[in-house]
Every structure is written in C-alpha cells, then in structure tokens.
C-alpha cells in the first residue's frame, strides 16, 4: 500500500471555506495538499505540479471540474490522475462524462470530511 506522506493532493474549490476544511482534513491525515481557487488554475497546478489526487468542485469560474479533469486526461502530463468530483445534492455523471473527464469518484455537498478522506485513501489505494 501507498504511504500518505509520498501523496500530493490538489483541491480545487472556489469557495475558501471548503478549501479551509478539506485541506485541513488532509494536511491531518498526513497529505501534501495544493489549493486552486478556480478551474484555469487547477489545471495550471495539475500540470505543473502533477499531484497524485485531484479534487474538484463541478462549479467554479473558469473551467469547470469536469473541463478541468477532462482536459487532464488529454494531456500527456496529466492523463494519470484520478479525480474525485465534489458537486451538487442531485447532480450525477453520465457514462460520457466519466469516460471522457476520468473522473473516479464523485461526493455530494455536504459532505462528511471524514467520508471525503475514505475516498481520498481509496482513489490513491491507502488502508485506512
């Protein structure tokens, strides 16, 4: 199994308070964690940086999450990181959206941190 602290995770959200939380949730549980406020940047950090966990907000200003992770699987840089989507109570992918954006996981708001960190762990095969 993977080790925690080897793990760079890059939360994209708009809103700071998610941000705030999720990064202190993981930053806890022992994550390298990067922060975009929006799409362009998320994608901008991605490549640069090539964290090995991304977590994206569906709508942000920019590019959306789906954009974001979509374009990250057509690049030769990015095409390996799994996403997890964080959205909408209601919002679902479709099976064109999944296969086109690689999205791995999906999380509605609210959301529990703790169930987010299970997901996380799962998306990067870490026990819990």
Known sequence: MAEK???TVLIADDESHILNVVSLKL???GF???CAR???EAL????A???DLLITDYHMPG?????VASR????ETGRDIPAILLSARGYNLNEADVRESGIRMQISKPFSPRNLLGLVNEALGIAA
């Open 63 to 67: 590019l959306n999450g789906l954009e």
């Open 32 to 34: 390298r964690v990067i």
């Open 5 to 7: 602290a080897q793990k």
């Open 27 to 29: 930053k806890n549980a």
């Open 38 to 40: 929006d799409g362009n």
């Open 44 to 47: 901008e950090m991605a490549l």
């Open 49 to 51: 940086e090539k964290p």
């Open 72 to 75: 990250l699987r057509q690049s």
